[in-house]
């Protein structure tokens, strides 16, 4: 049925093994940020008025979760959180309610918290999902 969705119908999947991507338990909420770079110019003949063109983009996925042991997609994550340089590279999946998905080769997993919380509290798990290079995007419905 078109028209509004939940958010929870978006889904992301990790790379846990060469040719597969498997979900992550537990995500709770997510955010995203496009960086734009925009050139611009103010050329005589546009009388004053500011010419753009948009020469850059990237994306960021802040994602809040819990920390679930033994779930493939959210060790893979939590996995990350001491590495650095290229060990930190995984492709990245987000599929939109509509079947578009978009897929981050080589994302960078920038882990912000595994485990860390209130003695009371579920341990969580918290990550920015940022874009290495353009996207391949296959549109759904």
Known sequence: MPGVFPCYENQFQIATAEDAMSSIADCESFGVSFDNGVEEWTPFETEGWTRRLMTAKSVTISVTGKRNVGDEGNDVVAALAFKGGSDVE???QWTFPDGTV??????????KNVGAGDSTGVGPLEFDVMSNGKPEVTLGA
């Open 90 to 92: 995984k492709d990245f």
């Open 102 to 111: 978009v897929l981050f080769k080589g994302a960078i997993i920038n882990v």
